[in-house]
């Protein structure tokens, strides 16, 4: 199964998970890196001169990740402690796209960071549950397991980045920093029908400033007093749309208002001239008028 998840890893690539991850992790550490899979990216946590450790399900995925590093533990996170296997102390710890896939993750982590240096750090990465496409899927009363991605079928747990921040603070972390992989809306392969979502359904979500959010990759450190959490400024500025609507009702009765005024100007005026083309005066005019409008006629 771990096969899957085999793709190209390009240290220097922009808006991509596995770079992020790379970039926050450095080199010259002792990693633990679970979840390693075939060791795509194990492969260049070693070329960035960090020793490597891993964690991995599948027996084959991790006879190919021990290319590179130094021992992999073939074990199940939702059944095994890692600390009954590796006794090392390491510097990071990094879960690449894993928790979302544990039946406990918050016993899981509690376990591992046993493993981990008092200035040690926790590099984790997650999909964002609260994309907007799944929002539009949901509008659409849709929710489709896909073959991967964000709703990957073997995903058992999902997050938002408060629900990412919360975990995390219950083992006593706090994200030092987050790096966030975006999507724009129709992007992520879910099956949605943009056309079927008003412009103010779109706008609405978008205020969200995670709307865009299809992946977190957060570097979180051991809670200290003053510290400031990176997703602490990402709050949503929803729109009042009970404010917008109450100003253009206000706006179109003061329209129907100025309509019902301009109405009424004109009734006045088509009266007048009623009043007047039935007039005596304009009826013993009109041989005057009409030779007057001739002359204009004329002249022009």
Not at 38 to 44: A, R
Not at 116 to 131: A, T
Not at 186 to 213: K, N, Q, W, Y
Request: proline share 4%; hydrophobic share 40%; charged share 25%.
């Amino acid at each position: 199964m771990s096969e899957m998840y085999r793709v190209p890893v390009d240290p220097a690539a922009t808006n991509n998970p596995h770079s992020y991850a790379l970039q926050l992790t450095g080199g010259g550490h002792r990693v633990l890196e679970v979840g390693c899979s075939v060791g795509h990216v194990t492969e260049h946590l070693v070329a960035a001169g960090n020793t490597v450790v891993g964690v991995e399900l599948d027996p084959d995925a991790a006879a190919q990740a021990s290319k590179w590093a130094t021992n992999v533990h073939i074990l199940d996170l939702d059944v095994d402690r890692v600390s009954t296997a590796e006794s090392g102390r390491f510097d990071v710890i990094m879960l690449g796209d894993v928790i979302e896939h544990l039946r406990d993750p918050l016993s899981a982590l509690g376990d591992l960071v046993t493993l981990l240096e008092d200035d040690g750090r926790l590099i984790v990465s997650v999909p964002n549950v609260s994309h907007i496409d799944i929002r539009l899927m949901l509008l659409e009363g849709t929710w489709e397991y896909q073959h991967d991605g964000l709703l990957d079928e073997t995903h058992l747990r999902w997050f938002t980045n408060d629900s990412l921040r919360r975990l995390l603070g219950q083992l006593g972390f706090t994200t030092q920093r987050a790096e966030r992989v975006r999507q724009g809306v129709g992007a992520s392969g879910l099956p949605i029908t943009l056309g079927l979502h008003s412009p103010d359904v779109i706008r609405f979500i978008e205020s969200d400033p995670e709307a865009h959010t299809y992946q977190f990759v957060v570097e979180a450190v051991r809670s200290a007093s003053g510290m400031v959490d990176a997703f602490a400024s990402t709050s949503p500025a929803w729109p009042d749309l009970r404010h917008e609507r109450a100003q253009l009702e206000a706006e179109l009765e003061a329209a129907r208002s100025d309509s019902a005024r301009l109405s009424e100007h004109n009734l006045a005026l088509q009266t007048e001239l009623d009043a007047w083309q039935h007039s005596k005066l304009a009826r013993l005019s009109a041989p005057l008028r009409s030779v007057w409008g001739r002359i204009n006629r004329s002249r022009g």
